[in-house]
């Protein structure tokens, strides 16, 4: 695949700069969240984007947006790309919306200069992956693999308490039907992504190939004690829910440090109840969330955890529960489809390097079921789900450049799925 003949209109950056400016928010971050105003006017943004690339626009029942290049060969199955359009609050612009444009880059520059792909090529905008807004995550990558349950999701509420079901009605969608999008004729899965972190930058090199996403693990930490006068109730007969919790949250970093290899557990959200300052804290809930690139060291600091924050309460006579709302198993990413990124880079000159990813991603939903592959591109100080969140236009397009030549050799290819 040489120098393409598409106009500069149709470069991933260029894209992406009209995707980004979506949500954007005062802080200088993005917003979208899962069918929220923002994200409708994205959807339709990345439909129209599909649409003037010439690709076939639809839409599926949980709001995932396709842009479809049909293949000679209608019996053969698909090849896929794409990512997600929802951020976290005040999240970057790259999160996500970067696999979408480059994938509608890469099917337009496909179209122009190869024409009609062997196999069908298809780019997706997944309606939700973050998590952001109820507590679930994978919510469009996850109906459209069919692989995760979602028991009870449609009651989930955001932190206004609207339901999932309400928020789908709202959009336009029909809640019941959000198993419909489920496809069986994807035959192979690869996404672009930055890679959120600071090592491709550290080192110098140009282009990740991710050989696997890392295991994770989200729950809710409810600590219940019991409110009282912060003025009369001596410290002895306390049961301050928010002091059990704030020595929880202080015994992590010590015991992640103490796990070592490269376990990470963070404590991002924190809702203490009532919230007033003369009132003890009669209850607080925070969020841990726990990765390793191993299942079992996962599993060995939450049990851990259970332990510790069990001590922490006897000694404050609280309460604590915990509940697991996400567990992502570790997603080894295919081989072959490595070695093909690598060889693909080698050819265009661009440095690179296996990398393993400690954020999770759609990707990891399709890995147990198709050839799935993710190729990174550097992050400015590895800073993500940040309004600082930042990737050169150059290393945007090595990026893109490099999912066009792999979409090229698995759809115009005899690649066999
Ligand atoms: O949090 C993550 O791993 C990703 O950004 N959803
Ligand atoms: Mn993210
Ligand atoms: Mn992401």
């Not at 899962?34 to 690339?53: C, F, H, N, P």
């Not at 996403?213 to 306390?238: D, K, L, N, S, W």
């Not at 880079?345 to 399709?366: E, N, Q, V």
């Amino acid at each position: 695949m040489g120098e393409s003949g598409v106009n500069a209109k149709w470069t991933a950056s260029r894209l992406l700069e009209r995707l980004s400016a979506i949500g954007a928010d005062p802080a200088g971050g993005v917003t979208r969240l899962l069918y929220d105003a923002s994200w409708r006017e994205a959807q339709l943004a990345v439909a129209d984007l599909m649409r003037e690339a010439g690709l076939e626009v639809s839409a599926d029942t949980v709001g995932n947006v396709f842009g479809r290049l049909a293949g000679a060969d209608p019996s053969a199955p698909a090849v896929l790309t794409g990512s997600h359009v929802d951020t976290v609050r005040s999240g970057g612009g790259y999160d996500g919306a970067l696999g979408i444009a480059a994938g509608i880059a890469a099917l337009a520059r496909l179209k122009a200069d190869c024409g009609q792909p062997r196999r069908t090529l298809e780019v997706v905008s997944f309606c939700e992956e973050e998590g952001s807004r109820f507590p679930l995550a994978y919510w469009g990558s996850g109906n459209v693999t069919g692989n995760r349950p979602f028991d009870g999701a449609l009651d989930a509420r955001d932190g206004n308490g609207t339901t999932l079901r309400a928020a789908m009605a709202a959009a336009g969608l029909e809640p019941e039907q959000h198993g419909r999008s489920c496809r069986t004729d994807i035959g192979f899965f690869v996404e672009l992504h930055i890679e959120q972190g600071e090592v491709l930058e550290r080192e110098g090199v140009e282009i990740g190939v991710v050989d696997a996403i890392f295991g994770q693990r989200r729950f809710y930490v409810t600590v219940e004690g019991r409110a009282g006068h912060a003025g009369t109730t001596p410290m002895a007969i306390r049961s301050d829910a928010l002091a059990a919790a704030a020595e929880m949250i202080a015994w992590l970093r010590p015991a992640a440090l103490e796990a070592g290899g490269g376990l990470v557990a963070t404590a991002g959200r924190l809702d203490v109840h009532p919230n007033m300052p003369n009132v003890i804290p009669g209850k607080a809930v925070f969020s841990l969330d726990v990765r390793h690139r191993d299942e079992a060291a996962i599993d060995a600091f939450c049990d851990q955890a259970r332990l510790g924050f069990g001590a922490a309460a006897d000694r404050h006579g609280v309460s604590a529960s915990l509940s697991c709302w996400l567990a992502e198993p570790p997603s080894p990413m295919d081989a072959a489809l490595q070695a093909r990124i690598a060889r693909i880079c080698a050819a265009k000159g661009y440095s690179h390097r296996t990398i393993g990813s400690g954020a999770g991603h759609d990707a990891g939903l399709f890995a147990p079921l198709v050839p799935t592959a993710m190729i990174f591109v550097p992050s400015r100080g590895g800073i993500s789900h940040s309004p600082l969140e930042f990737t050169a236009p150059e290393d945007v397009e090595r990026g893109a450049d490099v999912l066009a030549g792999l979409l090229h050799t698995l759809a115009y290819g005899e690649e066999s799925a």
